[in-house]
């Protein structure tokens, strides 16, 4: 089991930068592969970012390539989304997941945070 707790949203103009971190209690946290997902207002929830256990490999939704860095400190149980050049169409309330697997191939996102609001203004 791992509780996730995001933080770091807020209200941003257009071309701005944020940085979302999402804490994880236990200790299996280092063994997991962790995610970013978004969710706009009457839209379905869409991946973001994921990165591997040991942080090492990376993905990306095509979206936010070039953009936003997906980045881990095993030791502080942190993951972070750092988004840079933020558009209108970022604004969405951005979740992070825990993936048991540990694999940021199999994107079987278990574990849930209640999620972070992130409003970008144009």
């Known amino acids: 089991q791992v509780q996730l707790v995001e933080s770091g949203g807020g209200l941003v103009q257009a071309g701005g930068s944020l940085r979302l971190s999402c804490a994880a209690s236990?200790?299996?946290?280092?063994?997991?592969?962790m995610g970013w997902f978004r969710q706009a207002p009457g839209k379905e929830r869409d991946f973001v970012a994921a990165?591997?256990?040991?942080?090492?490999?990376?993905r990306y939704a095509d979206a936010v390539k070039g953009r936003f860095t997906i980045s881990r400190d095993n030791a502080k149980n942190t993951v972070y989304l750092q988004m840079n050049s933020l558009k209108a169409v970022d604004t969405a309330v951005y979740y992070c997941?825990?993936?048991?697997?540990?694999?940021?191939?199999?994107?079987?996102?278990?574990?849930w945070g209640q999620g972070t609001q992130v409003t970008v203004s144009s």
């Open positions: 997941a825990a993936d048991p697997t540990g694999l940021v191939t199999s994107l079987k996102f278990g574990f």
């Open positions: 236990g200790r299996t946290f280092s063994s997991y592969a």
């Open positions: 990165i591997n256990w040991s942080g090492g490999r990376t």
